[in-house]
């Protein structure tokens, strides 16, 4: 029985000559993963495959990244009834993801250690929201109306997942849902 997935892939750079939409999902094919489509420029990859352990995809993908295209980063992979509930879950009730303000979801690695406690607001322009268990994943709210500036959760964030971690947008992972129901 065939499985939906989407992996998502972190240090994508669409202007990388190596990390186009179709030479990512040309890796995907030549692993024989079905259904095979990009959502966005970004490193966001929807297909279809034999029921697997999570990890062990992972792992399988990266490799076949790394060898081919050069790409080092790390994958994350998520089944669709996964991302599925976690829209379902509405865990941002009456927000709305704009300019200033990113509506944010950080998904861990399979297998990583979810947080004891959320970590305290010590910045006022990052707001979590929660960690939904199930999908592996913090929620936030960050206040995105300094660019230049990184709020100081996503640098807990990275200090204590290192680079087994990748955040996208609620609005990216909406669209990536879809994606995989289409």
Not at 105 to 122: I, M, N, W, Y
Request: net charge positive.
């Amino acid at each position: 029985m065939s499985t939906r997935y989407a992996a998502l892939l972190r240090g994508i750079a669409p202007s990388n000559p190596n990390m186009t939409n179709d030479k990512l999902r040309g890796v995907f094919e030549g692993l024989g993963f079905d259904s095979v489509a990009s959502v966005l420029a970004s490193g966001n990859i929807v297909f279809s495959g034999r029921r697997s352990d999570v990890p062990t995809l992972e792992r399988r993908i990266q490799r076949a990244l790394h060898r081919e295209l050069g790409i080092p980063g790390g994958t994350i992979v998520r089944e669709h009834a996964e991302l599925r509930a976690l829209l379902d879950s509405d865990p941002f009730p009456g927000l709305t993801h704009g300019r200033g303000t990113y509506l944010t979801a950080t998904f861990l690695k399979d297998g990583a250690q979810p947080p004891d406690r959320l970590p305290e607001r010590s910045d006022p322009r990052a707001r979590v929201v929660g960690f939904d268990d199930a999908a592996r994943v913090f929620l936030a709210v960050i206040d995105n109306s300094d660019p230049g500036r990184t709020p100081d959760f996503m640098a807990w964030l990275e200090k204590t997942y290192g680079k087994d971690i990748t955040t996208r947008t609620w609005l990216t992972v909406q669209r990536i849902v879809t994606k995989m129901e289409s």
